[in-house]
Nanobody
Framework: QVQLVESGGGLAQAGGSLRLSCAVS????????MGWFRQAPGLVREFVAA????????VYADPVKGRFPVSRDNDKNTVYLQMNNQTPAHTANYSC?????????????????????WGQGTQIPASS
């Protein structure tokens, strides 16, 4: 079993920044690609970004390229999503996800059915 716990949610202030964290516990951290998904109200959950154990390879959904860098700290077993230059379009529930590296030789975007473990999610509501 792998446990994923997100933190860092808050209001999506126009032009502001937030950093989401995902603390990982359980099985070997290095055995998983780590990713982030989001689900906006009324829409399906979609892939945002993913990263390899070494941090040397990342992949992003087109809407967040150059805006939401993903990183990881293996000493802390934590993955991060830095959300920069926010807009109301970023309002969603953001979830951390883990996918076994044995399922793919390289990191790529994946869909929710291909995820092995999920966090409980953290909400990024729009500011009023």
């Amino acid at each position: 079993q792998v446990q994923l716990v997100e933190s860092g949610g808050g209001l999506a202030q126009a032009g502001g920044s937030l950093r989401l964290s995902c603390a990982v516990s359980g099985r070997t951290f290095s055995a998983y690609y780590m990713g982030w998904f989001r689900q906006a109200p009324g829409l399906v959950r979609e892939f945002v970004a993913a990263i390899t154990w070494s941090g040397g390879s990342t992949v992003y959904a087109d809407p967040v390229k150059g805006r939401f860098p993903v990183s990881r700290d293996n000493d802390k077993n934590t993955v991060y999503l830095q959300m920069n230059n926010q807009t109301p379009a970023h309002t969603a529930n953001y979830s951390c996800a883990a996918r076994l590296t044995t399922r793919d030789p390289i990191v790529r975007s994946w869909n929710e059915m291909e995820t092995d473990y999920w966090g409980q999610g953290t909400q990024i509501p729009a500011s009023s």
